[in-house]
C-alpha cells in the first residue's frame, strides 16, 4: 500500500532568498581568504622544504666525503697486509699511484703507522703538499682505548691552528696500521661549501663518554662579542664512520633564508578569490530569478508526478525485493507484497505503524540512531549494517538474517526513507555449510600430508633397514665367492662385476631412502639436511648451490622443519628441469618468524606466469599454508626466479604434527 503524498504549495520565498544571499556573500568571502591563507601556508611549506633538502644534501656529501677517506685507508691497509714492511720509495709510489689530493679534500698527511699502547706513532708519511716522505715523529694519544680498527677522532691541536680529523684504520692482530689526516675547513668547504652560503653549520665529534668536541663552525672566524644570528630553523643530522656515531651536524638558518616568497601571488589570489566572488553572487541572483519564473510550472508539473507515483507504485509492487518505506517519525508509509511475504503480516495491518516492530529489541536503538545519522548526512543510499549482521523479526516472533540498503528523499511532506531488503537465510545456511566443508578439507589435507610423510618414512626405513642389508649381505657372498675363485680369472671379472653392480644398487637404494626421509632431518636438524640436499643436489646436477643462515638456528618444530625441507626440495628440482639456472641461492632466517628465500639466476618464470594448477606450485603454497604461512613465487626484473616463503615461530594450534 502506497501513501499518496499531496500536491505542494509555493509560498513567497523573497525574504528566506534574501538570506541566502547574504549567507552566500559571506562564503564567498571566506573562501577567497582561505585560500589566500592556503597559498601563504604552501609557500611557507616550499621553504620548509627547501631546507630539508639543502642540509640532507649536505649530510650526504660529507658523508660521501668520509667513506672516500675509509676507502683510501682500506686500500693501503691491503697493502700493509700483503707487505708488512715496504720500504719508503714503496710506500711513496703507492701513495702518489692514489692521486690522493684529487680523492680526498682536505687531506694533509697520509701514512703509516705504529700502535704503541694507548699512542700510535707515525712510521712514515706523504704530504700532498709538499710532495715528500716524512721521517719517523709525532705521537697521537688515542681517546677511548687503544683499538685502532675503523677509527675517527679529532686531533689534539694547537692554540691557533686549523681543527684536524684523524682517520685510521688496521687490520688483523699487527700493530702496523695506516692513518691520515684531514684539515676540517678544507673538507668542509671542498664537499658542502656552495651548500652552506645562506646556512650555518657547526659539526662536533661525538665523544665515547663525554660531550662532543666542536671542530667546525662556518661563522668562525668572528668577534667573541659579536652576536650569533637569529635561528628561524635548525635540524641536526649525524654522520656514521665505519657504521658507528662519527660527526654531529647542526645546520641552522636565519630570518634571510626563511623569508616568504611569492606574497604577491597570494594577494592576487585574494583579489581572484573576492572577484569570482561577486561573479558567484550575481550568478546566484539570475538563478533566483530565474526560479521565480520556474514555479509557475510546478504546478503542471505536480500533476506529472502524481502520475510518476502510480507508476512507481506498480513497480514496487512487482519487484521481489521487500520495499519499506518510512517517515522521519520512523513510522511505516510502504509495505510492499514481498514485505507481506516476508515478515508474515499483511499492509493493511502494519502502514501507520513504527518500524520497530520489524526489529528485534537489542537492536532497537542502535536502528533509530542509525537513521538520525543517515538522514543528517545528506547521502542518497547507502548500504546498512557494514561490518555486521543484520536481523529481522517476523510477525511470529521468528528472527532472520537479512541484507538492506537505504535511501532518503524528501518533499513538501517532509523526509522519508526507502528500505530495500531480502531474507539470506538460505544464503547463511549454504555459506555456513560450504565453511564447514572448507574446514573439513583442510583437516584431510593436513592428515594426508601427515601419512604421506609416515609413508615415506616407512619406505625409506624398510629400504634401507630390509632390501639395504640384503644387497649388502649379497655383496658380501659375491667377494667370498671372488676370493674361493681366485685362481680363475675369467670367472672372478664376471664375480667383480656382479659387486660393481650391487655396488651401484645399494648406492641407488640409499639415494632413494635418502630423497624419500632424509636421516639427516630427523637426527641433526632441519639446517644440516638443508645443507646436505644443496651438496647433492649440486653433485647430480653441477648447479652451484650457496647456502647461508642454516647454522645457529634455534629448535625447529618437526612440522615446521619438514614443510621447509620439502619446499627446498621441490623448488630446487624446479630449477632444474625449468630454469637453466647456474648458481642457486638458499636463505634461511629466524627472527620473528621463519623466512626461506630460495633465488637462482635461471630465465626465469614465462610471461604468462606458472600454471595456477601447478601440482609443485600448489604443494609448496598448501604445505606453507597449513603452517599459517605463505609462499610466493615471482620472476625479478634482473632475471632469475625468487621463491620466498614465511612461516610464524609458532603454528596455529590447527597444524597437524609432523611425520617421523
Not at 130 to 149: A, C, F, N, Q
Not at 288 to 302: G, I, Q, T
Not at 433 to 460: C, F, G, M, P
Not at 562 to 576: K, M, S
Request: proline share 6%; charged share 25%; glycine share 6%.
Amino acid at each position: 500500500m502506497v501513501r499518496t503524498l499531496r500536491s505542494t504549495q509555493f509560498p513567497s520565498r523573497r525574504r528566506a532568498d534574501a538570506v541566502v544571499v547574504a549567507m552566500l556573500c559571506v562564503m564567498c568571502v571566506v573562501v577567497a581568504l582561505a585560500n589566500w591563507l592556503s597559498v601563504r601556508t604552501a609557500l611557507q611549506s616550499n621553504v620548509d622544504a627547501r631546507f630539508a633538502l639543502r642540509t640532507s644534501a649536505a649530510t650526504d656529501k660529507l658523508s660521501i666525503a668520509l667513506t672516500a677517506y675509509r676507502d683510501a685507508l682500506h686500500g693501503a691497509s691491503d697493502l700493509l697486509s700483503a707487505t708488512p714492511k715496504p720500504g719508503d720509495a714503496r710506500w711513496m709510489d703507492y701513495v702518489k699511484g692514489m692521486k690522493l689530493s684529487e680523492r680526498l679534500p682536505g687531506l694533509t698527511s697520509f701514512g703509516k703507522c705504529e700502535q704503541s699502547g694507548g699512542d700510535i706513532v707515525r712510521t712514515s708519511g706523504y704530504s700532498p703538499s709538499g710532495e715528500s716522505v716524512l721521517g719517523t715523529r709525532d705521537r697521537v694519544r688515542l681517546p677511548s682505548g687503544p683499538d685502532v680498527r675503523e677509527r675517527l677522532f679529532a686531533s689534539a691541536t694547537v692554540s691557533g691552528t686549523p681543527p684536524s680529523l684523524v682517520f685510521l684504520t688496521s687490520k688483523g692482530p699487527s700493530p702496523d696500521c695506516t692513518y691520515a689526516i684531514a684539515n676540517v675547513d678544507t673538507l668542509v668547504h671542498a664537499a658542502i661549501g656552495p651548500l652552506l652560503h645562506d646556512l650555518t653549520l657547526t659539526i662536533t665529534v661525538d665523544g665515547d663518554k663525554g660531550p662532543g668536541q666542536l671542530i667546525f663552525d662556518s661563522l668562525s672566524p668572528r668577534a667573541p662579542a659579536e652576536p650569533r644570528p637569529p635561528v628561524d630553523y635548525r635540524t641536526v643530522a649525524n654522520v656514521t664512520y665505519a657504521d658507528r656515531p662519527a660527526l654531529e651536524l647542526a645546520y641552522t638558518a636565519s630570518g634571510e633564508f626563511a623569508a616568504l616568497r611569492g606574497a604577491g601571488v597570494a594577494n592576487w589570489a585574494l583579489a581572484f578569490g573576492i572577484l569570482l566572488s561577486v561573479i558567484t553572487v550575481l550568478a546566484w541572483v539570475v538563478a533566483l530569478l530565474s526560479r521565480r519564473h520556474a514555479m509557475a510550472v510546478n504546478e503542471r508539473e505536480a500533476i506529472d508526478k502524481q502520475r510518476s507515483e502510480s507508476r512507481l507504485f506498480s513497480v514496487i509492487q512487482s519487484v521481489r525485493e521487500a520495499i519499506i518505506t518510512i517517515d522521519a517519525q520512523q513510522r511505516i508509509q510502504i509495505f510492499n507484497p514481498t514485505a507481506e511475504s516476508i515478515f508474515k503480516c499483511s499492509a493493511m495491518e502494519v502502514i501507520g505503524e513504527p518500524i520497530e516492530r520489524f526489529i528485534p529489541e537489542r537492536f532497537r536503538g542502535a536502528h533509530f540512531q542509525h537513521i538520525e545519522r543517515f538522514g543528517a548526512t545528506g547521502v542518497s543510499e547507502r548500504l546498512m549494517g557494514r561490518g555486521r549482521a543484520l536481523w529481522g523479526l517476523r510477525a511470529d516472533g521468528e528472527e532472520f538474517p537479512m541484507e538492506a540498503s537505504i535511501s532518503q528523499s524528501a518533499d513538501a511532506g517532509g523526509k522519508f526513507f526507502t528500505v530495500v531488503l531480502r531474507d539470506v537465510t538460505e544464503q547463511r545456511q549454504m555459506a555456513s555449510a560450504l565453511q564447514t566443508s572448507r574446514h573439513e578439507l583442510e583437516k584431510l589435507n593436513a592428515r594426508l600430508q601427515e601419512v604421506r610423510e609416515d609413508e615415506k618414512s616407512r619406505i625409506a626405513r624398510e629400504l634401507h633397514d630390509d632390501l639395504g642389508q640384503r644387497l649388502t649381505a649379497l655383496k658380501m657372498d659375491a667377494a667370498m665367492l671372488r676370493q674361493a675363485l681366485d685362481g680363475q680369472p675369467a670367472v672372478s671379472a664376471d664375480v667383480k662385476r656382479i659387486e660393481q653392480s650391487i655396488d651401484g644398487m645399494v648406492s641407488a637404494v640409499r639415494q632413494m631412502a635418502a630423497d624419500l626421509r632424509p636421516p639427516m632431518l630427523d637426527d641433526l636438524g632441519l639446517g644440516p639436511a638443508i645443507e646436505w640436499y644443496a651438496q647433492e643436489f649440486s653433485r647430480r646436477y653441477g648447479v652451484a648451490v650457496d647456502v647461508t643462515g642454516t647454522h645457529g638456528l634455534p629448535a625447529v618444530a618437526p612440522a615446521v622443519a619438514t614443510t621447509l625441507f620439502r619446499i627446498v626440495q621441490e623448488a630446487l628440482n624446479n630449477v632444474a628441469k625449468h630454469a637453466h639456472a647456474t648458481a642457486i641461492t638458499v636463505e634461511l632466517t629466524c627472527d620473528r618468524e621463519y623466512r626461506l628465500r630460495i633465488s637462482d639466476n635461471g630465465r626465469g618464470l614465462p610471461p604468462t606466469r606458472p600454471k595456477p594448477d601447478s601440482l609443485g606450485l600448489i604443494s609448496m603454497r598448501e604445505r606453507a599454508r597449513l603452517l599459517g604461512g605463505t609462499l610466493e613465487v615471482r620472476s625479478p626484473l634482473e632475471g632469475g626466479t625468487v621463491v620466498t616463503t614465511i612461516i610464524p615461530l609458532e603454528p596455529s594450534a590447527s597444524t597437524p604434527p609432523a611425520a617421523h
